[in-house]
């Protein structure tokens, strides 16, 4: 038995700090927190100054029970968890329940997993800071009010199964008041010039006016003003310049970056990087800090000047802007400053060479340029043409690194030709071309991420878990708008004519972004009417001020919650009694057939339009389609719902008819359903146009060769193109032809599958039924018929018992919840046979 027990919070970083020690040292994982508030009920006396009710989950009472066990055999305990908040309370919590002896406890805290970190960790260790659990504890408890107090009244005001949170409402406040600006705004028309200019050695270069026309008439007299013109270069200037590198990596920027050159989604680039930290590869990945390490930053000064030459070297310390900044962590950099690459997989290393880019850049040199400044007049006119560009005459930070940036006008210059004052200039031609004004721009997760800091809402932890929250509640949604055409008018001067030309272009494509559901705009609407000060920006900042100063040692946490409780509990309870329902209705107009209303709300299976008021009991009903949405659609397109089904004829023997389902609209012949393309209106589709897309099924369908046998046939769903076998769908890649796949490629194809389904099997129980499988992001699932129970990455399923996994089974499975269900439903439906019979 070890004389020293260390306990981190994950398996991985267990393995990577095992290395360090010697055999004295045995390293153990708590798996994440042992013990919370509990899951079925609200878990604090509110009575009693706020009191948690903690409890240890049913399956971490085997884990709990093995490491108390192995703790009171040990002289030392090490609490290792990270040296954040949920880090010291994971700690506490170790503490409380392994009933841990404070002479025999020692807490020490680390920013990175490397030898000489853990080695002067325990050379240093501290006591439990309760200021940081307390802190930990008060922002637990504050959402655990907040969210079990906000949610029956949602159930009861708007529809069951809502729920709401602190920050989260927030982010859907800021997504739905985005979404509604670009609703209302009105773009404005104007034109802009342009112009490509050769000067005298036959060198050509583009300019600009650096105003912009109103109209096209005003366009239209500028270019004809400039019909026989003489140009020459009235100014020119050159001046040195210089850029500077971005600050080493927060978490926040981390994020923005990963989303703008990796095209990572915010929780994948966490996940991603919470691997990096736990194999020693980078330093902890929550941080608001941008300072390095004295070590840090010698360590990046010695391999720049290795690699690079000393003139590339320049060490620089930064200085943290975010609002609220608290943890004392430094950014995120590589633990090792000369490993440039690491041997992990594909994404990993993509992650951790954007890090160590971005944190040697940031020791860097400023690139030095050389930018030149052009005006060019006309004999007849006093309007000025400029131009712009710039020489890269010392590489510098740009060697290694350069920040994206979000600004899709941002406009890179380029260089121009050698020129001189009073050089004559031949205009090759002029253009004004119509250029409309834009609406603010959808958020994307990291702009959403970037928001939230400026405004100091959440912290470092919470941004992952805050957008993937907001989206698994179908509150928001990834966009989907493939944009439309529009037309603009561009005239050019060409010679001595100016001509008119009518172009084209796509605007309002904005797929990945995030765009509210018509359920995240009530449930918003009804929380910012009811709850004003949860859902206002600058109460929201408040509260995480409030945690920090509880961080800090200078408030009270139970004093913080009772301020906050006086007053928000009597809301909830006047809201919950007094507030009408909110269902989001509008009334479009009246139905021209019947003169009756036409409106729209939200229904018990979502989004629907309704023809006929409350008291009518013709009343008709149509789900709105998956594009349309309660707070934009017509009345035409209202009314168009209800001409669907609409039976289009008979064909083969089969009925073809065309409707609007679950998935959206869509072509039925017989049994067989048909999903029309995108952009198709289900209204607009003939009999004809139904028979050519029932032959392109047919033929899709058909086989296009066989394996073992069994037939094969492709298609292309919404993840791209596939083969299908056996039921298997596979899809197939770019290294295919998939117009012409061959024998051979089939085969290649399924053999592949089958060895991909073959090395996902972990466990494989086939008498009893159940397999536990490898899942995405490092997950496990276990598997039995119809049950998918999906575990925690930190489990190691490798360990799992069939006793283990039957127990999971039995605990989480739903059985008893559907039995109730149906027990529940068959009352119902009694009830409302003696209901109907009454009447």
């Keep these: 038995m070890a004389k020293n027990l260390v306990i981190v919070e994950s398996p991985a970083k267990a393995k990577t700090i095992e290395k360090f020690l010697g055999k004295d040292y045995q390293v153990e994982s708590s798996y994440g927190h042992i013990a919370d508030l509990p899951s079925k009920e609200i878990g604090v006396d ?24 192995l703790s009171k055999n040990a002289e030392t305990v090490w609490l290792a968890s990270d040296e954040d908040r949920e880090g010291e309370a994971i700690a506490w919590h170790l503490a409380e329940e392994l009933k841990l002896d404070r002479d025999k406890t020692k807490r020490i805290v680390f920013h990175e997993i490397t030898k000489t970190a853990i080695q002067k960790a325990i050379q240093t260790p501290r006591n439990i800071n309760y200021d940081l659990v307390n802190a930990q504890q008060a922002r637990r408890v504050l959402d655990r009010l907040v969210g079990y107090e906000l949610s029956p009244v949602l159930w009861k005001k ?18 739905v008041e985005r979404e509604r600006d670009i609703q209302h705004f009105k773009p404005e028309a104007t034109y802009n010039i342009n112009a490509e200019f050769s000067n005298e050695a036959g060198k050509t270069f583009k300019a600009k006016l650096p105003k912009s026309f109103s109209t096209k008439e005003e366009a239209k007299d500028f270019l004809n003003k400039n019909i026989g013109s003489i140009y020459k270069v009235s100014d020119l200037e050159t001046k040195p310049a210089k850029k500077s590198p971005a600050a080493p990596f927060t978490t926040s920027t981390l994020q923005q970056e990963a989303a703008r050159k990796l095209y990572l989604p915010v929780g994948v680039t966490m996940m991603l990087a919470q691997r990096l930290y736990e194999a020693g590869l980078i330093t902890y990945m929550r941080t608001d800090s941008v300072n390095l390490s004295q070590e840090a930053m010698a360590a990046a000064e010695d391999e720049i000047t290795r690699s690079y030459g000393k003139e590339f070297s320049k060490p620089r310390n930064y200085a943290t802007k975010s609002k609220g900044a608290q943890e004392a962590h430094e950014a995120i950099r590589p633990t090792d ?20 880019k971005r944190t040697v850049a940031s020791q860097m040199s400023d690139a030095q340029l050389e930018r030149t400044n052009v005006k060019i007049e006309a004999n007849n006119h006093n309007e000025i043409f400029t131009a712009s560009g710039e020489v890269l005459k010392f590489e510098g930070f740009l060697k290694v690194y350069l920040e994206g940036h979000d600004d899709e006008d941002t406009e890179q210059e380029g260089m121009l030709p050698a020129l001189r004052v009073n050089e004559k200039l031949l205009a090759n031609g002029i253009t004004a071309t119509e250029r409309f004004s834009r609406p603010p721009a959808r958020y994307t997760e990291a702009s959403l991420v970037k928001k939230l800091e400026e405004l100091g809402i959440g912290r470092p932890s919470t941004y992952a878990p805050t957008i993937s929250t907001i989206i698994s509640r179908n509150y928001v949604e990834k966009g989907s708008f493939e944009g439309q055409e529009r037309n603009y008018t561009q005239l ?20 990945g972004k995030l765009v509210p559901t018509d359920i995240g705009i009530i449930v918003n ?19 995480e001020q409030d945690f920090d100063e509880i961080a800090s040692g200078n408030e009270d946490w139970t004093k913080m919650m009772e301020d906050f409780y006086s007053h928000f509990h009597p809301t909830v309870k006047d809201v919950e009694k007094n507030a009408d329902r909110e269902s989001g209705e509008r009334i479009l107009g009246a139905d021209p057939k019947t003169g009756k209303p036409v409106s729209v709300r939200l229904g018990k299976f979502g989004p629907m339009a309704q023809i006929g008021d409350a008291e009518d009991e013709e009343k008709q009903f149509a789900s709105l389609l998956p594009e349309q949405n309660i707070g934009t659609i017509t009345l035409d397109e209202a009314l168009g719902l209800f001409m669907l089904p609409k039976t289009l004829g008979d064909y083969k023997g ?63 769903g919404r993840f791209g193109p596939f083969i299908k076998w ?53 997950r496990s699932v276990i598997l039995k018929g119809k049950t998918k129970i999906e575990l925690n990455k930190d ?14 089974i039995e605990e989480k499975a739903p059985a008893k919840k559907t039995a109730a269900k149906k027990a529940t439903a068959t009352k119902k439906t009694a009830s409302k046979k003696v209901s109907a019979k009454k009447k």
């Design 795 to 808: 489990v190691d399923a490798t360990k799992l018992t069939l006793d283990k996994v039957k127990a999971l």
């Design 726 to 778: 056996d039921g298997m769908f596979i899809n197939v890649n770019k290294k295919y032809n998939f117009d012409r796949l061959t024998q051979s490629d089939i085969n290649e194809l399924i053999e592949d599958k089958l060895q991909k389904e073959r090395d996902k099997v972990i466990h494989n129980w086939e008498e009893e039924g159940i397999r536990v499988e490898k899942a995405r992001w490092g």
């Design 654 to 716: 089969e009925e073809v008819e065309v409707n609007n389902g679950r998935f959206g609209p869509y072509v039925r012949f017989g049994k067989t359903f048909i999903s029309l393309p995108k952009g198709e209106d289900p209204l607009d589709v003939t009999f004809e146009r139904a028979k050519e897309l029932i032959a392109e099924k047919e033929q899709a369908d058909a086989p296009i060769g066989t394996y073992k046998g069994e037939p094969v046939q492709k298609g292309v």
């Design 337 to 356: 400053m000369t490993r440039h690459t690491v041997n992990v997989d594909r994404d990993q290393a993509r992650l951790y060479d954007l890090i160590w």
């Design 158 to 175: 708007v529809k069951s199964g809502l729920s709401a949170g602190r920050v989260q409402s927030v982010s859907v406040r800021l997504i």
């Design 46 to 69: 509110v009575e009693n100054g706020f009191k948690p009710k903690y409890e240890v989950s049913p399956d971490k009472k085997a884990l709990v029970k093995k490491l108390r066990d």
């Design 525 to 543: 609407d009804f929380l910012v009417n009811h709850f004003d000060t949860i859902l206002d920006y600058n109460f929201t900042a408040k509260v």
């Design 492 to 511: 050019a001067l060409k010679g001595n004519e100016v001509k008119e030309e009518m172009l084209t272009e796509n605007v309002g494509s904005d797929k």
